[in-house]
């Protein structure tokens, strides 16, 4: 039964369609007063209206309106000179008033587009993602499961509510089906949840952490055998919450539904869980009977109208987009494509250009960056922004070493101490007393101890042999304790030999 | 004559989230095809080309600052809870799954 | 005291004749001596009321300057919340709830110093023509104890009726302030939509409901729509812009040269013979008053009642969602192994009322997908012809008539098993609430054949609510001058000393 990747898309064309959930970074809900902060105690963010009070009424959240646009704007979309909120109805505990305010056939924002680069066999190629809609709408609180085997929701014995997120205002945004992706559909994916991320951090209107919840996935696939004009049956795999597991869930998802048709099976339309785990999803609630939601016009808000003077305003204060910024750096920078990949994978780029607009060589900022201290980052299986270090920090060390203060070596011994929190690198050098020895009566000293201590050595390169010198410098670079200047110990150590120094 | 049968009824009483008695599912589905039949007059007249009214003030674009004002304190919010837990309100065990 | 006007019990507390307390206290009184046959009042607040009362006395003799109706007491409609009072809706599914918040309207009838005596009786979340919905009993008519005193705000409109208190607050979703105002002989106005905040309004129908005033006259009706009408940032559907004054407005009493419409669709065929007489004397009054009286044409208000019943009990399946048990009010079948599913129906069918759970069932069906267009999309698109009809209307006359109901107040029991007859009652009604305009209802004398009050209802244009006063008073000092007072003096003593 079991059918390698490969099989399947050799067999079959993957169709995506892509809806992310973003929690807006407003100071307060979409609809009421209450704090956004994350991780209060329970229950202490709510009032009449998040809590669904008899005669509470909402009132909507200006930024949240203005994060809204700028969010279709940044996505190519058009603004809806009318748009209405509409009240989808269902019954969830999570939910107080058991109904969500959303957008139903009037989204704020619709039709835009997102272009993303993909590293194919035939070299860099773009993939356009249409975007249907953007539109508002409201998070909803959090349960707690009590008691069961699992402490999941399956089996427990009551539920613990905590109305705090109850109200965070969210965008939704949709993309069209997305067809052609071929085997690059889990990249496609993920590049564009990637580039959404950095389109939205761009503008600054979400926190756009996964781990956090505040950026959200799901990922609907289905299959088409080749050639095939018929869509396939989708499904709808919810809540992806980190850019690999998007592309392991699509990447499962395809391979799951080509065993079920290669069966003779049918794929079911349903909603389905990602495991992180193990990288599959899990059957959640059929489909098959769709919940109707009674959508009707929220009586409560009244339509939002935006000026047109004002989402010109918006859209000339736009950020660049991440996609022409990182053409505008590679550019700048003078990276080769693969460099520049690596960078975006290692999602360093903002930190690497703070650190060159600090003064630091770009190429110098890089290596740093997408070294030393991303290996240190790996070890501790955090990202490199969680480190202690910072662009200021780098660009110092790098000033350091160009100034001839440091060696390589040292400055890694520097980056080391700032990571542990032992101060800015000027106070890592103070505390830890590293310095170049560039003291020439010093570093002659060290010579003289050397060849004295090997002077068979010594001999050979006194008879022209140089290669020889690399044993007297290792060990004056050992006498020093590796504070000294390679160079100018070999400088003086030929010079000591009677040797031309290049 | 417009009609709701008893299970139509019991479809929308499921959807309301209303546990009714056989009595009134049936009692209801009878009182139905008078009550459609009166409302059911809004389809008698030609709406071609008319607009759907759905706020009586023509009203657009009313909001609210994005600034933080005092929450209930966690007492007032669950004061009216029929039971709590760990400042949460505590309710049966939940069996569908959120969206 | 208590058989005063507000307007005369303010100038006695201003002139020092009688102390807030000592007017709190007669009204509690009255309540102890007529309430149970009434059963206006669902909660009385006494100690909150002398509370009230004794901090705008103190207030008054330190030389605050205070609202014209600081220190009067009130009835309140069980349907706006009032911090730690419990507020119902009359249902029983809301049974012992304490509101965490006051509503707008509560909070600014606080700041004018306004004593609240209690929560007053209603059908079931305002669903209905006659407070029989009420899941705590019916509220009795004071004229006669055997009739309705209409509804939904029964409850407000008996109580000052009864002389339990001089002003009351009740809420119009089809009706329900000036209909109950018609039938026990007081005055009642639904303001415009969005003139009176409905943050802290338990909500039947969002885009129908509005609270308003009750009082026995023109001018206390006036005063207090004035306290409640304003901006509030807190209802995202609040008119913000300069308010009429009505004050001045129920003052004034001119109507020369108005011209005054009568709605063609709203007499005649199907309204009680002393209801249409009074209501045609009334013209004749207004008409001998200078006014000019014309007839105006409404076609589409023959759907009105259609579209009304689609659209409150779509509105209402959806705002009355949140009533679950999960976080207030009642909690049933919360036994081992019951799900929150299984508790929210259970508890829903235990809490709501049969016309409650009608109208849910009846909205849940009219939202339902593929039948969105034909119901719930027909009646806003005939909410639209409404408007229009109105438009054309009030370009030919200043303000609108018609009789406020088509009957007297009706037996207890008469229509409770016929919801279509019920629904009747609310044909003259309806199209205000469903333009968002407004109205009022004042006694027009007693039909001849039952000798029970009659209803007069004047219509204005949304933001005009003070030709309502106008036209109101105008018609109220006419009619009171050939009765030799107000026909509330004519009500029965119910017993206790007026
Ligand atoms: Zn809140």
Redesign the interface.
Known sequence: MAISYDEVVAKYDPVLGLEVHVELNTESKMFCSCSTVFGGEPNTQTCPVCLALPGALPVVNARAIESTIKIGLALNCQIAPYSRFARKNYFYPDMPKNFQISQYDEPICFDGYVDVEIDTDEGLKEFRIEVERVHMEEDTGKSLHVGGATGRIHGADYSLLDYNRAGIPLVEIVTKIVPGTGKYAPEVARAYVAELRDILRGLGVSDVKMEQGSLRCDANVSLKPMGSDVLGTRSETKNVNSLRSVERAIRGEMIRHAELLDAGAKVKQETRHFQEDTGLTRSGRSKEQAEDYRYFPEPDLVPVAPDAAWIEELRKALPERPSLRRKRLKQEWNVPDKEMAAMVNADVLDIVEATVVLGADPTKARSWWLGEISRIANDKEVSVTELAITPADVAEIVALVNKGELTDKLARQVVEGVVAGEGTPAEVVAKRGIKVVNDDGALMAAIEKVCSEQPDTAQKVRDGHIPAAGALIGAVMKETKGQADAARVRELLLGHLGQPVN | MSS?SRD??AK??????????EE?LVS?SS??G??LD????????N?DG????????P???????????P????E????????Q??????????????? | MINQTAAAMSEALVKGEVTSTQLTQAHLDRISDVDTSVKAFLHVDAEGALAQAARVDADRSSGKKLHPLAGIPLALKDVLTQDGIPTTAGSKILQGWKPQYDSTVVSKIKEAGIVILGKTNMDEFAMGSSTENSAYGPTFNPWDLSRTPGGSSGGSAAAVSAFEAPLAIGSDTGGSIRQPAALTGIVGVRPTYGAVSRYGLIAYSSSLDQAGPFGRTVLDTALLHDVMAGHDPKDATSINGKFPDVVSAAQKRDVKGLKIGVIKQLQGEGYQKGVQARFDESLQVLASLGAEIIEVDCPSFEYALAAYYLIAPSECSSNLARFDAMRYGLRVGDSDGASAEAVMSATRNAGFGHEVKRRIILGAYALSSGYYDAYYGSAQKIRTLIIQDYAKAFAQADVLVSPTAPTTAFKIGEKSNDPIAMYLGDVATIPVNLAGICGMSLPAGLADEDGLPVGFQIMAPAMCDDRLYNVGGALEAALASQWGGHLISKAPALGGSK
């Open positions: 709701l139509d009824v929308l009483a499921a959807l309301a989230r209303i546990e009714m008695s009134e209801l009182q139905f008078m009550i009166a409302v059911a007059r809004v389809q008698e007249v709406l008319v607009v759907a009214t759905s706020h009586p003030q009203i657009q674009n009313v909001f609210r600052e994005d600034q933080v004002r929450s209930l304190t966690p007032q919010a669950l004061s009216g809870a029929p039971a837990e760990e400042q949460r309100f505590r309710v049966p065990q939940i069996l569908g799954e959120a969206e």
